[in-house]
DNA sequence: CTCATTTCAGTGTTACTGACATAC
DNA sequence: CGTATGTCAGTATCACTGAAATGA
């Protein structure tokens, strides 16, 4: 018996199947996360500082959704484990730049393969044919009011 | 552009777009509930009463899959709303027996037409055969693990 | 003056853990 | 005895709000 099982008006509740699928993925990644001592917004603000390069704590959250009084708790947290180094902008001093370090880089891969092997764990049941369907009827969803 | 979006290697991660939607759901059902004095809980546990009739506080954790520590809480809450009545279960001494009152169907209905607007609301940019098979992709992941 | 940025403090929901007393 | 129940207290993540100080 699943979450939620025991009532059911939510059996054929296409949003209540998308919110256990979801709890389970995140359950999943959280689990990971958590096993790498980290936490889902620090996989975001990482990957966001790896694929952009270094930048401002507004610009992080902008680019991760993330709230900015949430990424500086968050970028707290990392740069005291020194995975990113927090300064001063010298051309904006409102701002500070955020710099990915080396052991950020390392933790990121770590946390990409915690990623990657959810993934697979989460569609297993489906062939390639069926993830494909539900990544476009997925994106269809998110793209429309998202 | 959407949560998450200026992250690259996310926007082909099926959890991501998984969670994204589920994300989306989530904020419209907790707004809709706030709006009607509710959470989603209270939504579950009212349910569960209507489809089973009278319980214990543990029976409704295990029905819903809300831990019996955030069953009482949530109990208490809607007692005092009057929606449910707890009484002492005379045969079992260590349960209390949780029953729906009238004013709680009334709220449970109005929950039902909530939830309904949504569900239209966030499958509205799919067709009827989309919705078939993202209801059979989801139910499948479910059914896998969840 | 207006706006952006960083920061702090706090709220709310969901989910979970540990402990305790009580009763089966 | 072990197990189930209800209760309380506390933690964690994510999401969000409001306000203050600083600087562009």
Redesign the interface.
């Known amino acids: 018996m699943?979450?939620?099982?025991?009532?059911?008006?939510?059996r054929?509740?296409?949003?209540w199947?998308?919110?256990?699928?979801?709890?389970?993925?995140?359950r999943l990644?959280a689990d990971g996360f958590a096993a790498a001592d980290s936490r889902g917004y620090h996989y975001?603000l990482l990957?966001?500082l790896d694929?952009?390069g270094p930048s401002s704590q507004a610009e992080l959250g902008?680019?991760?959704?993330i709230d900015r009084s949430d990424v500086v708790a968050a970028i707290n947290e990392m740069a005291a484990a020194n995975l990113v180094e927090r300064r001063p902008d010298e051309n904006d001093r409102r701002r500070n730049v955020i710099t990915l370090t080396r052991a950020g880089s390392r933790h990121l891969k770590r946390l990409?393969d915690v990623?990657g092997g959810?993934?697979d764990?989460?569609?297993?049941?489906?062939s390639d044919r069926?993830?494909q369907?539900?990544?476009r009827?997925?994106?269809?969803?998110?793209?429309?009011?998202?």
Chains 1, 2 share one sequence.
């Open positions: 699943h979450r939620g099982d025991g009532v059911a008006r939510l054929n509740a296409p949003t199947l998308i919110k256990m699928a979801a709890e389970r993925a995140g990644l975001l990957a966001a694929e952009h902008r680019r991760c959704g990409d990623v959810i993934q764990a989460v569609l297993e049941p489906l069926e993830r369907q539900l990544l009827l997925l994106a269809k969803l998110v793209d429309h009011g998202g």
